[in-house]
């Protein structure tokens, strides 16, 4: 059974910093395109970022230069480091990989 468990969220200061890790279980991450999205009530999922099996990432325009999508095949885990936060990055951060979602993790970026 394929499960993704995010780490890591929280409430930063804009400006800030933070980390998401995703734990894969039941799956070789390093074997699968993975991918991050995140969402804000009342509006749609929004891909974040995403890590293809031979190491290509793409952003969304909104957060080009301030995230970096990462593997760490060891650990069996993707992570997604996230610089100079802003107010509108706060959402609900997913793990994603074909038809297999993570719960999802609060990330509050607020001063």
């Known amino acids: 059974q394929v499960q993704l468990v995010e780490s890591g969220g929280g409430l930063v200061q804009p400006g800030g910093s933070l980390r998401l890790s995703c734990a894969a279980s039941g799956i070789r991450s390093r074997f699968v395109p993975m991918n991050w999205y995140r969402q804000v009530p009342g509006k749609q999922r929004e891909l974040v970022a995403s890590?293809?099996?031979?190491?290509?990432?793409d952003y969304a325009d909104s957060v080009k230069g301030r995230f970096t999508i990462s593997r760490d095949n060891a650990k069996n885990t993707v992570s997604l480091h996230m610089t100079d936060l802003k107010p509108e990055d706060t959402a609900a951060y997913y793990c994603?990989?074909?038809?297999?979602w993570g719960q999802g993790i609060q990330v509050t970026v607020s001063s």
């Open positions: 994603n990989t074909w038809n297999f």
């Open positions: 890590i293809t099996t031979g190491g290509s990432t």
